[in-house]
């Protein structure tokens, strides 16, 4: 191989590892739930920070970027310790101030009764 076609090959390779990166940190905005102090806020924050990391850490990559996976486990974590989460299309949502069936739009209808379906088979 010529050095033309070394320094080509290392810097595809320099330039394609820089693009990937490792979450970080949320790149969701999460509220403080009614009550909550400022300090009790923080705790949870850095508890749900160390928890998707975690997650992160101990899944393989798949179908959704490393980002989106910290921020689904980072949002389920606060949603979970009763703050408020960022929901598309219908604002804020929180385990104190969920909002009731009655806002529900008229054309959307109500889910069928009793035990959902199993989910389907793997391959």
Known sequence: MTWTRVLAV???TVMGTACAHTATGPSVLVLPGSG??????QVEDARCRQRAATELQATTDGTVSSQGRYDMVYMQCMYAAGNQVPVPGSGWRST???APAATRPPNVPQPPAGTPPPPPPTR
């Open 10 to 12: 290392v810097g595809v």
């Open 96 to 98: 104190v101030t969920d």
């Open 36 to 41: 909550k102090s400022h300090d009790q806020f």
